[in-house]
């Protein structure tokens, strides 16, 4: 740390530059050089993203113009990025409707279609394979999930095991819309905890604090072949998540809130699903809630998830 | 730096900001200037973080997917990097305790080592939170009135509120202090002695806050207790003193003077005690996890003996505890005092060691098994590494720097005027100045 204040010649204040400065001037130079270079791949990331997608307000503060002016660029860049023609809606939740699912362990035989058709259905990433559920494979006479296995390779139903799929509970009390550090994920009045894509930083803290294991980060960018990519999407739901944003299982509310049912219950060959509008005395859902042994996991969090899980007697 | 006891007649308010500019351009050129082996520090801490500076564009532009973080292990080295330096920045706070509380005169002439440290810390903790976020482009959705802050719900606000009001005040009270001794004037107490003590209790905060953020997760048993403050402030309350110990010593050498043994047998008596708290309060959850048992103790299970046959946590936390606890016996020998050796590797090693319990031996464990109980490892990527260093190498640039300007102010090489001698650094009243 031993410096010195006289310069150039060695008399103070006579004007003429050192070769200290002069190399200081040169070292300078060259590390603002060697940043540059250092981050440059940041330039060739920033011609991927737009101003308007940069400058977006957040989905509860867009106009029903500035949503549709959103909805159409974002169809635009899915069309110049992924060669796919589709429409990105955003259909409203219903009054008087708050959804809930059932499913019943009894007859579910771990076959996954159901984790197969979320694949599809949500545009998710082909490489990573994707999907908002996880099927565990469990030991009969024990709901100890450290026993259960998600990477069964062997054919379904093995006769000492039941099969237990894992999704978002879709809870009345989410942890994760808590935690969000800037409000990108919420839950709408029809009871499904949603994300705006383009608001959420990717912190990843939802994730942390989810006990369900149901939030999903895009660490890449997804990648799915143009015919695979399904058209029908919703802003909320299954379009193509950004890279470095979190994600969720949204109950297929582009389906479910225009009257049809999730894709993974469409394709569960054993009819272990059942989905409806927990305020409706009527509902299918309401009669299983009603008449069957009826359970959700880790009750003891208080989160009160709106999935459960029965047995038949 | 030093606080004298009687303030001096205020300077006109116009006088007492025209030169703050040139006291910055002043400070940034006298923090440039060096001998050989300062350029050779900082040209290797420069090539560090340029190939930090490198991974970081990388890992942005192709996604986190470079890091080795999972949908299971969704946090890792960065954000455990993040929650040591804020303990290491709560941590500069044991020399304003001493120096302010207990009016430790001594430790009044050096504090300003620990206020930077803090500054420095705190710039290194928010690089490692931009460095984690999959979208840093949208970090403005973090800033009031143009984004949506989550406050009060959200600690995570709660943190981005804490940290950057400690990095404000700190920066205010450092950048008075030094001015006012570059002005050559007394620093009036009614100035700085509130923003003291409001630091101290910020300090605290900060590592409490943090520690919220992960005790508040009611789905991760292993971070889910009560006892998750205490230990972060325990365990910042040894790193930063063990830091500031080294630090000094390295200052000293720099200088050439002699300064600073008072204050670092205060420092070595703080960390006696705070070494020996955090050992028994790692010693109090391990008997809770295991004792009672349970799928809860799965987690701890995992991190101190490994569980079904992974353990990648195992070596990390036994060298850790190991190391705590070497450092813990070196310090409590009475030749701590007499010999350099002795202390330098306490500090070391006990700095090492909480690094790591804070790193792979609380926030890793924290996502293995994960919330449905599945093990899925995490080690970090070359790329994590790289920004890691990188952070690490920028951070240290940037107190060296700092220490630069403030030893020239305080030993009058930066000044707006010729002081005609020279006073000792120890000296708590600068020389009588001609009138600005």
């Known amino acids: 740390m031993s410096s010195s204040s006289t310069s150039g010649c060695g008399k103070e204040d006579c004007g003429c530059v050192s070769r200290r400065t002069v190399m200081k001037g040169v070292g300078a130079t060259l590390g603002a050089a060697a940043f540059a270079r250092a981050i440059a791949p940041l330039t060739e990331w920033v011609d991927t993203l737009s101003v308007d997608e940069f400058l977006q307000r957040h989905y509860k503060e867009l106009s029903l113009v500035d949503l549709k002016v959103v909805l159409r660029r974002l169809e635009k860049e899915t069309k110049e990025q992924y060669g796919a023609d589709v429409t990105i809606s955003d259909t409203k939740p219903q009054e008087g409707v708050k959804f809930g699912y059932a499913l019943n362990l009894s007859v579910c035989n771990g076959c996954r279609k159901c984790a197969e058709a979320c694949h599809l259905e949500n545009n998710h990433d082909r490489p990573s394979n994707q999907s908002y559920i996880r099927v565990f494979e469990m030991q009969k006479g024990s709901m100890d999930m450290e026993q259960g296995n998600a990477h069964y390779d062997k054919p379904v139903p093995q006769p000492d095991k039941f099969y237990m799929p894992v999704q978002c509970q879709q809870c009345e009390h989410p942890p994760c819309v808590d935690v969000c550090p800037v409000e990108a994920t919420w839950k709408e009045p029809d009871g499904i905890v949603v994300v705006d894509y383009n608001w959420c930083i990717g912190c990843r803290y939802c994730e942390a604090a989810c006990p369900y294991h149901a939030r999903r980060f895009n660490w890449t960018k997804p990648v799915i072949p143009k015919e695979e990519i399904n058209p029908n999407q919703g802003y909320l739901s299954n379009r193509i998540r950004p890279q470095g944003t979190m994600e969720k299982c949204t109950f297929c509310l582009h389906r479910t809130r225009n009257g049809r049912l999730p894709a993974c219950l469409e394709a569960c060959p054993t009819g272990a699903r059942v989905f409806g509008n927990l305020l409706d005395p009527q509902s299918e859902i309401r009669w299983v809630l009603e008449h069957k042994r009826v359970f959700i996991l880790k009750e003891d969090l208080g989160l009160k998830p709106q999935f459960f899980y029965f047995f038949d007697s | ?341 002795i202390l330098n590797t306490a500090c070391i090693l006990a700095f090492i060691g909480i690094w790591i319990e804070k790193g792979m031996g609380l926030i890793i464990p924290g996502f293995v098994p994960s919330t449905l109980h599945e093990i899925v490892e995490y080690r970090p990527s070359a790329i994590e590494w790289k920004i890691t260093a990188g952070i690490w190498a920028l951070g240290l640039i940037i107190y060296t720097l700092f220490i630069k300007i403030a030893a020239g102010i305080v030993l009058n090489r930066t000044k707006l005027h010729a002081i005609p001698d020279e006073p000792p650094a120890s000296e708590s009243s600068p020389a009588p100045l001609p009138t600005l």
Request: hydrophobic share 55%; aromatic share 16%.
């Open chain 2, 1 to 341: 730096m030093s606080a004298a006891p009687e303030a001096s007649p205020s300077p006109s308010r116009p006088a007492f900001w025209r030169n703050f500019g040139r006291f910055l351009g002043n400070a940034a050129l006298e923090s440039l200037d060096g001998g050989k082996l300062f350029y050779i520090w900082m040209f290797c801490l420069t090539a560090i973080f340029l190939v930090g500076a490198n991974a970081w564009a990388v890992q942005v532009r192709d996604g986190m997917a470079l890091s080795n973080m999972s949908d299971h292990v969704s946090w890792g080295l960065y954000i455990a990097n993040f929650t040591f330096l804020v303990g290491l920045a709560a941590g500069g706070v044991m020399m304003v305790i001493p120096a302010y509380l207990y009016h430790d005169e001594e430790m009044h002439d050096i504090v300003i080592i620990g206020e930077l440290l803090a500054i420095a810390a705190i710039i290194m903790s928010l690089m490692f939170v931009i460095c984690d976020l999959g979208r840093p482009d949208r970090f403005w959705h973090l800033l009031p009135p143009f984004g949506r802050l989550h406050f009060p719900v959200s600690m995570l606000s709660w943190d981005v509120i804490v940290l950057n009001g400690y990095l404000f005040i700190n920066a205010y009270i450092c950048a008075y202090l030094l001015y006012m001794r570059y002005l050559g004037q007394t620093p009036d107490p009614r100035w700085y002695v509130p923003f003291v003590f409001l630091s101290i209790v910020w300090a605290i905060s900060i590592h409490t806050v943090t520690a919220f953020l992960y005790c508040g997760l009611g789905g991760r048993p292993f971070w889910n207790t009560a006892l998750l403050a205490p230990r972060f402030l325990a365990s910042a309350f040894v790193s930063g003193p063990a830091f500031i110990v080294l630090a000094i010593q390295v200052i000293r050498q720099a200088v050439g003077r002699h300064f600073g043994d008072g204050p670092i047998r205060t420092l070595v008596n703080i960390m006696r005690i705070t070494i020996l708290v955090n050992l028994l309060m790692v010693v109090s959850e391990v008997f809770t996890e295991f004792y009672t048992g349970g799928a809860h103790t799965s987690a701890a299970r995992y991190l101190y003996f490994g569980l079904h046959g992974h353990d990648e946590l195992v070596w990390w936390i036994w060298s850790s505890i190991t190391l705590v606890a070497v450092a813990a016996v070196l310090m409590l020998l009475p030749s701590v005092f007499t010999k350099h050796w």
